[in-house]
């Protein structure tokens, strides 16, 4: 009997060692595995528990809306669907067979909704995440149920209604912190925002409707703030600005001053609440969550604009730069009081301070006279800046961008000679572009950081400074004969510093002058002219054929060097 006994503890050992064998390998290694089994008293020993300061959450931040796109997941969201359904036409076939009046109609929603809030709330217990399905279809149905009571039947007046969709929104509030859930907060932000548009006569009064709106987004910061999660303040963001605006035009849109009002309180409001957030929760801005904050600041910049282009055309573009002062300085305030380098946030404030300098500084108030010296000048103001902040690199694409565009667009402006004739001595305009130039190609051989943009700054400049002896001199032969001189000048400059890049760009004088006197000037001048041109062409083409055989054999190091 006890030989029976050994053996059968035998096999239970054995038996035990073969499953901690197939089961996953915690922490310990593969040689704890091979040690000979214990005693099966101690085998059958219960794993400790973890430690408490494991399965405290540290930070809540709630899963997305949906979670993880799961096969169980879609079952539960389609159940979820059929029993809302279920609940619409249970009411449905009892009001065509006459079971039901429409209070008991209503009655029975109301019920309904609660009744699937209150099997979520019991199967929490079992599955937290899966059970959280149930209460949103039931705060789907307690939405419905009101909008009904108010619009369908007019049972219940605008003040019972709107305290029915301020309850059923801090429930669905509550709903979310409860289950960890972001849906609900989503549910209440879509139900609160959407009210004014289905309680018509909520939108009464405009003045009402900006604290109405004004005190949900409020709610919906300090809400983001509290569950770690920025989507709530952003869909309310969104929904606020456009919803307001949209009735507001329905409204009474001589209200102008409480629309400008309203506009100022909601930036104030969002601006506040999205520092707070990353200050509170030690979290900046990442690149994804900038990129949904830009369109949200797009939209407030242009509601605005054309507000108070409308009304205050004199003070529109000042208050724009004001609006992306206040943004540039609530971004130095976060960036003290976290401490450390705001990428996402910089990328941010740049590319709206960069949409109010273009569009309310440049295009609204600098004199259309005066713009090409302001390009003029901007470069060399930002190639200091770069040089100083250790490269363009360092600097914002927005940022960057701007100085590109507005040189670019006043650039082609004075070599192509339109509308310049107004600008104070625009003659000296093309000169000074080519001289400014070939000093950035001289200077961005000398930074690294730079170096990608001398090519094209010194093919840039030989065309400014072909567009400038055509506005300086006066007749073909004159023109011709400064292009030749030119394309002549960088050969000669190139062996002297020997810089190779700078000879081989001598090329595209040499076919443009080429070009010019065959396709435009010989076809229009006298024959004593034709053969001068023709003579200046042959000598330049030649000696810099000449010249332009030792190209190769310049040494390629830098001109830096």
């Not at 809540?60 to 979820?80: N, Q």
């Not at 209150?118 to 399905?133: F, Q, T, V």
């Not at 130039?437 to 001289?442: G, N």
């Not at 006298?526 to 041109?533: A, D, E, F, H, N």
Request: net charge neutral; aromatic share 12%.
């Amino acid at each position: 009997m006890k030989n029976i006994e050994e053996r059968l503890a035998q096999v239970e050992a054995r038996l035990d060692r073969m499953e901690r064998l197939l089961s996953p390998i915690p922490a310990t290694s593969v040689a704890e595995a091979d040690k000979p089994a214990e005693p099966v008293a101690e085998a059958r020993k219960p794993a400790s528990p973890p430690p408490a300061q494991a399965l405290k959450r540290s930070d809540p931040v709630y899963a997305s809306a949906g979670g993880s796109l799961s096969v169980t997941r879609i079952l539960g969201w389609t159940g979820a669907t059929a029993l809302v359904l279920a609940v619409a036409y249970l009411i449905r076939l009892a009001l065509d067979a006459g079971w039901l009046t429409p209070e008991r109609q209503l009655g029975l929603a109301v019920l309904s909704g609660f009744a699937l809030i209150g099997a979520g709330l019991k199967l929490r217990a079992a599955d937290r995440e899966y059970a959280s399905l149930l209460p949103a279809g039931g705060l789907v149905v307690l939405f419905l149920a009101i909008y009904g009571a108010h619009l369908y039947y007019h049972f219940i007046g605008v003040p019972m209604a709107t305290g029915a969709v301020i309850l059923t929104c801090l429930a669905a509030l509550w709903l979310g912190r409860l289950f960890e859930s972001e849906l609900y907060g989503l549910f209440a932000v879509v139900g609160s925002y959407s009210a004014p548009f289905l309680l018509h006569t909520l939108a009464g009064s405009v003045i009402d409707l900006v604290i109405y709106f004004s005190a949900w987004s409020v709610l919906f910061c300090l809400y983001s703030i509290w569950i770690g999660n920025r989507r709530a303040y952003l869909l309310a963001a969104y929904l606020a600005l456009l919803g307001f605006h949209y009735l507001w035009k329905q409204m009474s849109p001589g209200e102008w001053a409480a629309a400008f009002t309203f506009q100022v309180i909601q930036f104030a409001i969002f601006l506040v609440g999205a520092i707070g957030f990353s200050v509170r929760r030690q979290r900046p801005m990442s690149r994804d969550e900038a990129a949904v904050h830009l369109p949200l600041l797009l939209i407030f910049y242009a509601l605005q604009y054309e507000l108070l282009n409308r009304h205050l055309p004199a003070l529109a573009p000042w208050i724009a730069l004001g609006s992306a002062g206040v943004l540039l300085l609530a971004y130095l305030v976060a960036k003290r009081m976290l401490d450390r380098p705001l990428e996402s946030g910089a990328m941010l404030v740049g590319a709206y301070a960069s949409l109010a300098l273009f569009h309310a500084g440049y295009m609204e108030l600098l004199p259309d006279a005066f713009a090409p010296w302001v390009a003029l000048l901007l470069l060399p103001a930002a190639g200091l800046y770069f040089r100083a902040r250790g490269g363009a690199a360092s600097v914002t694409w927005p940022v960057r961008a701007l100085v590109a565009i507005v040189f670019a667009i006043n650039y082609l402006r004075v070599i192509g000679g339109s509308g310049i004739d107004t600008v104070p001595a625009h003659d000296l305009l093309a000169l000074l572009y080519a001289a400014e130039l070939y000093v950035a190609y001289v200077l961005a051989r000398r930074l690294p950081a730079l170096e990608d943009l001398a090519t094209p700054a010194l093919y840039v400049g030989h065309v400014a400074l072909m567009s400038a002896a055509v506005q300086i001199f006066d007749g073909q032969l004159v023109v011709s004969f400064a292009w030749g001189a030119i394309a002549l000048a960088c050969l000669a400059l190139a062996f002297k510093y020997g810089d190779k890049v700078l000879g081989k760009s001598s090329l595209l004088i040499f076919a443009a002058s080429a070009a010019k006197v065959m396709l435009f000037d010989l076809s229009s001048a006298t024959p004593l002219v034709r053969i001068g041109l023709l003579v200046i062409l042959g000598v330049t083409l030649y000696v810099g054929g000449w010249m332009y055989k030792k190209v190769d054999s310049i040494d390629d190091k830098a001109a830096a060097d």
